[in-house]
């Protein structure tokens, strides 16, 4: 069985073929997704409708710091602020409101004095996250992070002053709730950015129910698009969350796990290797692609058989290799050291290919 009844993250092993699963809810499964609206919150600006700080939560310790006088703002101007040498606030005006918001993008660190701001919503210049500036609140990816939000205060003459919370913090999150119906179950089939965003999603809208990922990869969710520009990276420094995010945000994760059919009409899925059925309400499929391997007919083996596209043979040799996951990564950039590439294609990654050591490459 690979269903626990502990409360705690843990991660158990058995043989390389079985999954993984990382889980901490019970093990309680019975066959509408639903959002608790009432309790639903975003992470918010906390200078609250008209500015200012007052809030509940306000820290009156917080020393404030001048943004000059309201007067001279444009609308939409994005002004930077310095906090100190290194941490800057930025702060914009909107039909006659101030917002103090993050001067990084959360993504990648990109300044967002370069990016557009347009009715609230500012995009990154480097790869288009976007923020509501408003709340904080990601609106658009490839981020996965909120901006943080500032309190800032219109005084009597005029003048601006920003109260800047936790300097240097350049992502948060919105808050999360919790689960208090176990018996409600959506899984996803995937375990990339899609899967994750999806099970984050729920937990922000207060989805109070279990809520399974289901992953062949070895890793729990990554930047996957980092696994081409920087060979050998680890999974620590492309992980999309810490492993304690999942424990706090109650999102069980399944990983070395590949699904043998999906019965619709009973609502269940059923695992390689597993005959114990995993029930859902609500399914996500979100498994996306793989690379394909242009094997030539006669050489396909089971791994490949039926994605070959019969164009070259020996692509099913074993020094012709795939990039999709970490593990990819790290095999190429092992026998890639002090040899010739040859990469097929003329795609974005060829620019990349120069990342890998002492591997002079033909494209």
Known sequence: MIFVRKVELYEKTSKSSDPTWIGFAKAIFVSDLGCDNDNTKTMGNKSGKNGGPGGDNFDASIIPVSAGSASSYAPNEIREIQINDDFSILVSQIDGKFYA???????????????????????????????????????????????????????????????????GVSQVDRPLGGISNPKRIIVA???????????????????????????????????????????????????????NW?????????????????????????????????????????????PRRPVAPGEETNMFKGIFSGIIRGAHLRNVLTLHTLKDSLRIREKAKGKRMVIVGSGWLVTQAKQYPNAPYTS
């Open 101 to 167: 918001f993050g001067s990084k993008c959360p993504h990648r660190g990109a300044d967002l004095r370069k990016g557009v701001l347009v009715d609230g919503m500012i995009r990154c210049a480097w790869h288009g996250s976007c923020y509501d500036i408003r709340t904080g609140d990601i609106e658009d990816h490839p981020g996965t992070w909120c901006l943080p939000t500032y309190d800032i205060k219109k005084k009597r003459n005029g003048q601006l002053m920003v109260y800047p919370e936790n300097p």
């Open 189 to 243: 089939i995937g375990g990339g950015a899609a899967g994750f965003t999806f099970a984050k999603t729920l937990r922000e809208l207060r989805y109070n129910g279990r809520i399974i990922i289901i992953s062949k990869d070895c890793h729990l969710p990554y930047d996957r698009t980092r696994v081409s520009k920087e060979p050998g990276v680890t999974w620590d420094e492309v992980k999309l969350r810490p492993t």
């Open 246 to 290: 999942y424990s706090d945000a109650r999102v069980e994760v399944v990983l070395n796990a590949s699904v043998r059919s999906v019965n619709l009409s009973k609502k269940h899925i059923v695992l390689e290797g597993v005959e114990t059925p995993i029930p859902y309400e609500k399914l996500l499929i979100a498994s996306g692609l793989a």
